[in-house]
């Protein structure tokens, strides 16, 4: 009995360690899955915000597309329609949204002069 017990106190010992590995590669995964995107994102969007330029067409974080008109440090001017201008913070400009509005509507223009080239082609007689 007295050897199965030592036996047990030896396994507790090591379980303490096992379960502390543990926790470490949990925490290394948390951080390498989590953080550090993270981190990498907030950089690519602060050196955008930082790269604005007059003239760049953006899309505000609210969703309001505008072309930048006037710079003053953190405030933007964005020219929103016929003669509306707008003044927003410089963080309120999203790179993400931005990114993806004028790329959808790039592929949307292209669409749209496929379609007018094939009906400009159309030989379908009585039409």
Do not use: C
């Not at 006037?70 to 927003?88: M, P, Q, S, W």
């Not at 509005?101 to 009906?119: F, I, L, P, Q």
């Amino acid at each position: 009995m007295v050897s199965f017990d030592v036996l047990l106190l030896q396994a507790g010992g090591s379980a303490g360690t096992i379960n502390f590995l543990f926790l470490g590669a949990m925490l290394l995964i948390f951080w390498l899955f989590l953080i550090r995107p993270q981190a990498k994102r907030q950089r690519e969007q602060k050196s955008f915000q930082d790269g604005l330029t007059r003239g760049e067409e953006v899309v505000t974080s609210s969703g309001i597309l505008g072309k930048i008109t006037r710079i003053d440090d953190e405030i933007l001017t964005l020219e929103i329609g016929n003669k509306a201008h707008i003044r927003v913070m410089r963080n309120a400009i999203s790179k993400e949204m931005t990114e993806s509005v004028y790329a959808n509507m790039g592929k949307t223009k292209k669409a749209n002069d496929n379609d007018k080239k094939s009906e400009d082609t159309d030989t379908t007689p009585g039409g």
